[in-house]
T-cell receptor, first 113, second 115 residues
Framework: GNSVTQMEGPVTLSEEAFLTINCTYT??????LFWYVQYPGEGLQLLLK?????DKGSNKGFEATYRKETTSFHLEKGSVQVSDSAVYFC????????????FGQGTRLTINP | GAVVSQHPSWVICKSGTSVKIECRSL??????MFWYRQFPKQSLMLMAT?????????EQGVEKDKFLINHASLTLSTLTVTSAHPEDSSFYIC???????????FGPGTRLTVT
């Protein structure tokens, strides 16, 4: 079946450090891939997405590249800030059009000043 | 941007009672809404897809008589947990899709505790 596995947390980094959160997926066909972020007390927000192989999604300094050969969609940021502290979810769209999302378990990121 | 609200944000109820959770799209009309359940330190699990004016489509393993979903208008969907038991305690999250795109906008979630 379709599934998403992401790096277990929690992850704690210092400000300005380089961030990588790993995400791999198993899917039939060619899913769309997403990263969502959940700040404390708020709902999930779409951070970035990629809809086909080799696409790179980017937003707010975060990037992720859709790698079909390694079935991965790792999230990266070159220099994190305290305000990036949140829970990050990797997800795939299970059925095109209906956009049924399958989520990874989430990674809690804490950035210390 | 598109905003989705949920009410209540948290609720405590006694075993055997029913609880209704509301999901509203505040500044757009949502033909489709989704209900998810999240256990501590686990991912969101899709429970059902709700289309305005029609019956909800439940995911495998989700009891439709236990989790009643109503999507009576383009801005409101409700989830009623009937005859709640402690094992129903969880974080329930809804999302709404604004046509014509496919992006889902998520509510902040409702924490249900059944005692």
């Amino acid at each position: 079946g379709n599934s998403v596995t992401q790096m277990e947390g929690p992850v704690t980094l210092s400000e300005e450090a380089f961030l990588t959160i790993n995400c791999t997926y198993t899917a039939t066909g060619y899913p769309s891939l997403f990263w969502y972020v959940q700040y404390p007390g708020e709902g999930l927000q779409l951070l970035l997405k990629a809809t086909k192989a080799d696409d790179k999604g980017s937003n707010k300094g975060f990037e992720a590249t859709y790698r079909k050969e390694t079935t991965s969609f790792h999230l990266e940021k070159g220099s994190v800030q305290v305000s990036d502290s949140a829970v990050y979810f990797c997800a795939l769209a299970r059925i095109q059009g209906a956009q049924k999302l399958v989520f990874g378990q989430g990674t809690r990121l804490t950035i210390n000043p | 941007g598109a905003v989705v609200s949920q009410h209540p944000s948290w609720v405590i109820c006694k075993s055997g009672t029913s609880v209704k959770i509301e999901c509203r799209s505040l500044d757009f009309q949502a033909t489709t809404m989704f209900w998810y359940r999240q256990f501590p330190k686990q991912s969101l699990m899709l429970m059902a897809t709700s289309n305005e004016g029609s019956k909800a489509t439940y995911e495998q393993g989700v009891e439709k008589d236990k989790f009643l979903i109503n999507h009576a208008s383009l801005t409101l969907s409700t989830l009623t947990v009937t005859s709640a038991h402690p094992e129903d305690s969880s974080f329930y999250i809804c999302s709404a899709r604004e046509p014509p795109g496919n992006e889902q906008y998520f509510g902040p979630g409702t924490r249900l505790t059944v005692t």
